[in-house]
């Protein structure tokens, strides 16, 4: 939603799907998944090659392609900070998706590369002192974080009419 946002805005956006192990940007725009973001760190392709403009205009996706133990270990490699710079050149924006902090380094590694990190937060599913650990993680590699979205929220809850006393 925040690429999407940011494109609406008139921002040229580039939206990266790094959740290598759980992908699932290309879904949402009904895109093939590969070759994308794994594809590029194995060196089979240029990522400029996997980048593909989504319905949403100004809104490009850089999919994550099929996922490796090459593409994992390519992910730790410094040649990954050159290819986030060159893509900055290109886009108003970079918007990255990453995998959950916690479970794997992927996103720690991602982070790195990245101006600042935007924590989503999962309404009754992410518990404080997790989201705590995760950005003490980051903050111990430097990362910046900007803040956290809670998503999940039901609709027919906010903004729901208060009903009147009956008396």
């Excluded at 799907?17 to 973001?37: K, M, T, V």
């Excluded at 060196?43 to 319905?55: K, L, N, Q």
């Excluded at 101006?115 to 980051?138: E, G, K, T």
Aim: one cysteine or more; hydrophobic letters at 45%.
């Amino acid at each position: 939603h925040l690429a999407a946002s940011l494109a609406r805005a008139w921002r040229k956006t580039l939206l990266i799907d790094a959740d290598l192990r759980n992908p699932a940007a290309h879904r949402q725009f009904d895109l093939p998944a590969e070759p994308g973001f794994c594809e590029g760190l194995r060196g089979e392709v240029e990522f400029e090659e996997t980048i593909r403009a989504t319905t949403v205009s100004r809104l490009w996706l850089l999919p994550a392609g099929k996922c490796d133990s090459h593409a994992l270990q390519a992910l730790a490699q410094d040649e990954v900070g050159g290819v986030f710079e060159r893509l900055k050149e290109q886009y108003d924006f970079i918007v990255i998706d990453t995998s959950p902090v916690l479970p794997v380094a992927d996103a720690l590694l991602v982070g790195q590369h990245a101006d600042a990190v935007l924590f989503s937060v999962l309404r009754d599913v992410s518990r404080i002192p997790a989201v705590h650990a995760a950005q003490q993680r980051l903050l111990a590699l430097g990362i910046r974080t900007l803040g956290a979205v809670v998503i999940g929220e039901k609709a027919d809850v906010y903004g729901a009419p208060v009903p009147y006393p009956t008396q």
